[in-house]
């Protein structure tokens, strides 16, 4: 079975610093790795997805993760964030082969000017 | 670009009754997806469905719960008597075949429905 962490329920920030959401997730077999955000009232977005290769991973609205095999995490990052990144952020896992997407708690991202 | 459209936004509805929740997956996609939060709690998966049967479900998904793709365009989940602990927000998905990628398809989600049973 796999599992996602995700080490921060609330990360509040001033604009324009940089921010890491931690993410760290445990499985007995290989998978995927994803984040999404939500903005309030709306579905999941995808923000960025490690499937192979180069482990940073570069997204949309300036986000990149790294993939850490060693240490089993795939944190997010941005170097300088806007009021408009005020969301919530999901890390998420899903086998390779497999459809069931496991889902973290979830860090709230609150950009303070 | 296109979406995944939920109806309704809102729903609520007596314990013990039944619900349909629809969801009109992006148009060319052929995988469709059933999610649902419940009130502070993580996004947890339901069921994954594909050429028209059920290619995965969670433990969540018992007897109760039923999907189905009734036409071309929409896909719906059903509630059959509901209880309070049903009251979630419920995500619709879909997704491409992306040949050799499987597990690796960018999943696209619809914007909920909240369901609350009284």
């Known amino acids: 079975a796999q599992s996602v962490t995700q080490l921060d329920s609330q990360v509040p920030v001033f604009e324009e610093a940089p921010v890491e959401l931690r993410c760290n997730y445990s499985?007995?077999?290989?998978?995927?790795l994803f984040w999404y955000v939500q903005y309030p009232n709306q579905g999941l977005q995808l923000l960025l997805k490690?499937?192979?290769?180069?482990?940073l991973v570069k997204g949309i609205n300036g986000f990149e993760a790294e993939f850490n095999k060693s240490q089993t995490s795939f944190h997010l990052r941005k170097p300088s964030v806007h009021i408009s990144d005020t969301a919530e952020y999901f890390c998420?896992?899903?086998?390779?082969?497999?459809?069931?997407?496991?889902f973290g708690a979830g860090t709230r991202l609150f950009v303070k000017a | 670009e296109p979406e995944v459209t939920q109806t309704p936004s809102h729903q609520v509805t007596q314990m013990g009754q039944e619900v349909i929740l629809r969801c009109v997956p992006i148009?060319?996609?052929?995988?469709f997806y059933w999610y649902r939060q419940i009130l502070g709690q993580k996004v947890e998966f339901l069921v994954s469905?594909?050429?028209?049967?059920?290619?995965?479900k969670s433990e969540i998904f018992d007897d109760q719960f039923s999907v189905e793709r009734p036409d071309g365009s929409n896909f719906t989940l059903k509630i059959r008597s509901t209880k309070l602990e049903d009251s979630a927000m419920y995500f619709c998905?879909?997704?491409?075949?992306?040949?050799?990628?499987?597990?690796?398809?960018?999943?696209?989600f619809g914007p909920g429905t909240r369901l609350l049973v009284l």
């Open positions: 148009s060319n996609h052929l995988y």
């Open positions: 490690y499937l192979s290769g180069s482990t």
């Open positions: 998905a879909s997704s491409e075949l992306e040949r050799g990628l499987a597990g690796g398809e960018t999943q696209y």
């Open positions: 998420a896992v899903r086998k390779t082969g497999g459809f069931k997407t496991i």
């Open positions: 499985s007995s077999v290989s998978v995927y």
């Open positions: 469905f594909y050429n028209n049967e059920i290619s995965e």
